[in-house]
């Protein structure tokens, strides 16, 4: 089991930045890609950016050149540098851990995003 915990979220202008983290316990071993996802009300969550262990990068067209994803993976915890935000970035943002041995995923209990307009 990976138990996974965000932080990093809160209350935020348009045009500022905010720096989300996702620390990684337990069967560490078995992560391979890490990720951000997001859900605003009434919509489905949908992904952010992703990064596999060896640093390859994907990002959503809606946030790329805005936000950047990086990982340690000694400390086995994932980042998401979000800058430039706008009041559409606002949502509950999840950390997913995939497996490496199996098609299991595992999920954050989400931090919350708001940009004020």
């Known amino acids: 089991q990976v138990q996974l915990v965000e932080s990093g979220g809160g209350l935020v202008q348009a045009g500022g930045s905010l720096r989300l983290s996702c620390a990684a316990s337990g069967s560490t071993f078995s992560i391979n890609t890490m990720g951000w996802y997001r859900q605003a009300p009434g919509k489905q969550r949908e992904l952010v950016a992703t990064i596999t262990s060896g640093g390859n990068t994907n990002y959503a067209d809606s946030v790329k050149g805005r936000f950047t994803i990086s990982r340690d993976n000694a400390k086995n915890t994932v980042y998401l540098q979000m800058d430039s935000l706008k009041p559409e970035d606002t949502a509950v943002y999840y950390c997913?851990?995939?497996?490496?041995?199996?098609?299991?995923?595992?999920w954050g209990q989400g931090t919350q995003v708001t940009v004020s307009s």
């Open positions: 997913r851990a995939g497996s490496r041995y199996s098609a299991s995923a595992y």
